[in-house]
């Protein structure tokens, strides 16, 4: 096949089927959650409520694109494009199977770290131009919640590019065929799990918008399908981030049997099910409660797991 | 009471209310914030005043009945309950020992009702989002008791003035029967999401301290003041019906924080429990109406206080007769509009997420204090 068509098919690929998966895991999440509260969840809408989706959709499609009058107009609108790009450009990475990757790139890790880092400014932009209090009070706990989670997530993956020994997320997932890496790196994966919540903002992690104490903070003020932009950038992230957690400590596509792409769809699903999971079990924690948590106990065990792994893999060395 | 802000930077005034999530009803909350930092607060209520009191002096004494149960509409019954036994008083009506236990069984399962509404909405306020579809599962077991008795949910009317309204519906003993049996377990439920959850912990525990001193001070009763250790029940220190002839143990917190006063309600629902179980136990066939005549005439210039423990605390009425079939004055003490007092001396220096915390813990029902 000619390489152009062939990763023209694998961008626009990448690009619908997180974008319909995101979708999907609104019914999802409202369906698990209405399982665990006893409760039955959207089952009206198609064959178990599966058509929800498509009427949420087209809801919010027609409803009035209203920009408050003492917003700040083009920041306003820029803001949850932001978050939809930089969500999305980190897909660009992400290793589905053998080759299926948009752009194999050798700093694909930090190329997923960047983009992620870069999505905050969507938030703190939403916030501040929404010139709303809710809202700017939702933009500044987002700001500090990033800063400080921003960091440990970095470096508890660390551990896993040492043992790989590359920053490409192929070679990362090449590692992992004799032992997954949550076995050597279980500390790690235990920061990047919490860390990830707290990228995307779910629930136990979810200050900036905090429905019951800032009125949906950051997105207070948005409507129509710039809200729901910010809500399918939401997961979207958590994909990603179920991806990504996947690939670097649970060997990616590898499995015994079943075709890769199915091994890296039922591990990404397991992680997305356990987020949802976690959103019905835990109450929120308080903003300075979360801010000692990052600094004073996250940060130390992800600067000792780097320590620990960089001595090992140093002795190990022949 | 205010202190400087951080690096003088200029306060925020936040408008909290009337129409927020958290504030349970048409509750304004003016708070000035440093950051997210608490400095002081100021309510505003007034929302939902219908002008009850005034009401009742046009109304009839059995007329004026159902407007109480307007008042704290997550727990009509014992509302009812305050006013029919201030005028029986007045009127010096014997209660037949079937009406007395059928009322304590009503107001003890709306107890635990207006208990599980605040439980699941106070854990929502904190960001668990599934301990209020249990609750509601189980207060929905209420209510239906409630709709087979007299045929409402919410807005009961269950009693009548010298006894009850209706006799009760041939299952009610079973009914009943099984929601003690069940209840227990489900209460474990929760405490087992909640109670020794960490972050549940840490977002309650020391939030919103209420010391001894300053809730008695402040005029608060119920769970709120049996949170900070203060041993006063209304059915105990002075008991109404027959809850002289229950057992039952009147828990009480230590710290006086939102974990303590939770704790507190927690238990309250495991004795209302034993409490009902206990009522079962005396339930006898027999009259459900003392001799009150057509027309309720209490004789002129005579008044009562009469105070019950309702659900959020002591919930009193004053009633002033002028010999006519109306009440001279209906003086209604509902215990939300005393213990909000207490919400700014709580929420001093506290973050705005704690002030969520405490208006949950105070259990406020704006019917109640607005009237």
């Known amino acids: ?74 920041v306003f609108v820029i803001a949850p ?34 983009m992620s880092s870069l999505g905050v400014y969507s938030i703190v932009l939403a916030g501040w131009a929404s010139a709303s209090k809710y809202s700017l009070l939702g933009g500044l706990r987002a700001s500090a919640q990033m800063l400080s989670y921003e960091v440990f997530m970095g470096l508890s993956l660390m551990g896993t590019v040492l043992l790989a020994g590359s920053f490409r997320l192929s070679d990362i997932v090449a590692a992992q065929r004799h032992m ?35 009125v949906a903070g950051f997105h207070s003020e948005y409507s129509g399908m ?35 792409i199915v091994w890296f769809v039922v591990k990404t699903l397991f992680f997305i099910c356990l987020f949802i999971l976690l959103r019905a079990a835990l109450p929120r924690p308080r903003f300075d409660q979360l801010m000692s948590w990052g600094w004073k106990i996250m940060l130390p065990l992800a600067l000792l797991n780097l320590l620990v792994t960089g001595a090992v893999v140093l002795a190990a060395r022949p | 009471m205010a202190e400087a802000t951080f690096l003088d930077a200029n306060e925020l005034v936040l408008n909290m209310g009337p129409q927020h999530p958290a504030t349970h009803g048409v509750l304004r909350v003016k708070l000035r914030l440093d950051g997210e930092r608490v400095l002081g607060s100021e309510c505003v209520i007034g929302y939902l005043h219908r002008g009850v009191e005034k009401i009742a002096e046009n109304r009839t004494y059995a007329q004026f009945a159902p407007y109480t149960d307007r008042m704290d509409y997550v727990a009509a019954v014992t509302n009812g309950m305050g006013y029919c036994e201030a005028v029986e008083k007045l009127l010096g009506v014997e209660l037949p020992p079937r009406a007395q236990w059928t009322r304590m069984i009503l107001a003890e399962l709306q107890r635990i009702a207006s208990h599980l509404l605040w439980l699941g909405t106070h854990a929502l306020d904190l960001g668990a989002m599934t301990p209020v579809f249990y609750t509601f599962r189980e207060r929905e077991e209420i209510l239906n008791i409630f709709e087979n008795y007299c045929g409402a949910r919410l807005t009961t009317h269950a009693f009548r003035i010298g006894g009850l309204q209706y006799d009760l519906y041939d299952e009610f003993e079973a009914d009943v029967r099984k929601f ?34 300053d809730a008695i001070a402040l005029g608060v009763t119920g769970p709120v003041l049996r949170g900070s250790g203060v041993q006063w029940d209304v059915r105990k220190a ?76 002591e919930l009193g009425y004053f009633v002033v007769s002028d010999g006519t079939v109306n009440p001279y004055r209906v003086r209604i003490r509902p215990p939300s509009f005393l213990n909000l007092q207490a919400l700014d001396k709580m929420i001093q220096g506290q973050l705005v997420a704690d002030v969520v915390a405490i208006i949950g813990t105070i259990d406020i029902v704006l019917g109640e204090v607005d009237r």
């Not at chain 1, 932001?82 to 050798?106: F, H």
């Not at chain 2, 405490?191 to 020794?196: A, D, G, M, P």
């Not at chain 2, 974990?259 to 309600?265: K, N």
Request: aromatic share 12%; with cysteine.
């Open chain 1, 1 to 74: 096949m000619n390489p152009i068509v062939k990763s023209l098919i694998i961008l626009f690929l990448v690009i619908f089927i997180p974008l319909n998966v995101a979708a999907g895991l609104i019914w999802l999440e409202r369906r698990l959650l209405a399982l665990w509260q006893d409760r039955y969840g959207p089952n009206r809408v198609g064959p178990f409520g599966l058509l929800q989706v498509l009427a949420d959709m087209i809801k919010i499609f027609f409803k009035e694109d209203w920009i408050p009058p003492f917003a700040d107009k083009p």
């Open chain 1, 81 to 114: 494009a932001v978050i939809m790009v930089t969500v999305l450009m980190s897909y660009t990475v992400v290793p589905w199977a053998p080759g299926a990757t948009v752009a194999d790139m050798n700093i694909g890790l930090l190329f997923f770290l960047a």
């Open chain 1, 180 to 214: 997954w890496f949550v076995i050597p790196q279980f500390l790690g994966f235990i920061l990047f799990l919490i860390a990830g919540l707290a990228e995307t903002r779910r629930l136990p992690f979810d200050l900036p918008e905090a429905e019951s104490e800032l």
């Open chain 1, 226 to 260: 710039k809200f729901g932009m910010f809500f399918v950038g939401e997961y979207l992230g958590v994909i990603l981030i179920s991806a990504m957690i996947t690939v670097l400590f649970f060997g990616g596509w590898q499995g015994p049997w079943l075709p890769p």
């Open chain 2, 180 to 213: 003690c049996d069940d209840l227990p377990g489900k209460i474990d439920e929760y405490e087992q999401l909640l109670t020794t959850n960490r972050i549940w912990m840490e977002r309650t525990q020391g939030v919103g301290v209420l010391k001894p001193d």
């Open chain 2, 238 to 313: 002075q008991p109404y019906e027959a809850y002289a002839q229950v057992a039952f143990d009147v828990p009480i917190g230590r710290h006086g924080d939102t974990y303590d006063r939770y704790l507190v309600r927690l238990q309250e629902m495991r004795q209302s429990v034993r409490i009902i179980r206990q009522c079962l136990e005396r339930l006898e066939p027999g009259p459900i109406l003392g001799k009150v005549g057509k027309i309720i005439k209490p004789p002129a210039g005579t008044e009562v206080y009469h105070s019950i423990e309702g659900p959020k605390g």
